[in-house]
């Protein structure tokens, strides 16, 4: 659709008939392969209705929506995870434009260190107030990046070595990459530093640290620091 340019010169239409058409795939998929299992996306539940705790693919078609409508960029993905007893139990992670997927089947080792200063992916269209803060404190360098699954993919791969990410954010955003960031021996915590939990009745999930383990207790510490000084 991008090569092509759609039928349409209108990024946003463009955007919206992208996610449209992977969503549309993805659950036609599901129907015909997991006929019993609910499917959650931002576009609401397909197939059966979902029980607590119980099996549920959380999917994200277009991840980086905005990203997806500018030519020339790599920063967008497609989420595809299952969830059951509110834990992620296999997912993948496909990056389109780089040709590649990545997945809980992949290797259980972290990437080797990207470059002697620490680099943060942040959301390039809203990073959170804090990460300026946090970045001094720890002195690492943030990465402008769309696309939570490709700033998640960006750490599993080692060009950066953490993603920060406050402010909103729902289940679809976070499941499958955290997924797939967890099975490669990364940290993944909530900035309070508990465990994400998906499944939920209520997918709002509004923040979230993945990092190389030896950061995270850093990165945790400076995250509260700064927030409680900015609460003051
Ligand atoms: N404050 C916020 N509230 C709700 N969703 C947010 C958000 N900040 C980021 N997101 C969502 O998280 C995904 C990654 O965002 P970002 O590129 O800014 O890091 C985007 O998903 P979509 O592209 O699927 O809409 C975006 O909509």
């Not at 340019?5 to 392969?33: I, M, N």
């Not at 997912?91 to 780089?98: F, S, T």
């Not at 990465?143 to 700033?151: F, H, I, Y």
């Not at 979230?208 to 927030?227: E, I, K, P, Q």
């Amino acid at each position: 659709m991008r090569t092509t340019g759609s039928s349409t010169s209108d990024p946003k239409a463009l955007g919206a008939a992208g996610d449209a058409a992977a969503h549309a795939l993805l659950c036609e998929a599901l129907a015909q392969e997991r006929p019993q299992d609910p499917v959650l996306s931002e576009h609401g539940v397909s197939g059966p209705a979902p029980r607590p705790g119980g099996r549920v693919w959380i999917v994200d078609p277009l991840d980086g929506t905005r990203e997806f409508s500018e030519p020339g960029r790599t920063d967008w993905a497609v989420h595809v995870a299952l969830v059951e007893e509110h834990e992620v139990r296999a997912a993948a992670v496909a990056l389109p434009a780089r040709g590649t997927v990545l997945s809980t089947r992949g290797p259980a080792e972290q990437a080797p260190r990207s470059a002697s200063r620490s680099r943060i992916a942040v959301s390039r269209s809203r990073p959170p107030e804090f990460v300026h803060d946090v970045a001094a404190d720890v002195g690492a360098e943030l990465v402008p990046m769309g696309s939570a699954g490709a700033k998640i993919s960006a750490v599993v791969l080692g060009e950066v070595d953490a993603y920060l990410h406050g402010g909103g954010q729902y289940e679809w955003d976070s499941a499958a990459p955290v997924g797939v960031a967890r099975a490669a021996g990364l940290h993944t915590s909530r900035l309070d530093g508990s465990a994400p939990v998906y499944g939920r009745t209520d997918p709002w999930l509004p923040d979230l640290l993945v990092c190389r383990r030896d950061l995270a207790g850093a990165l945790l510490d400076a995250v509260s620091r700064t927030r409680a000084e900015g609460s003051r």
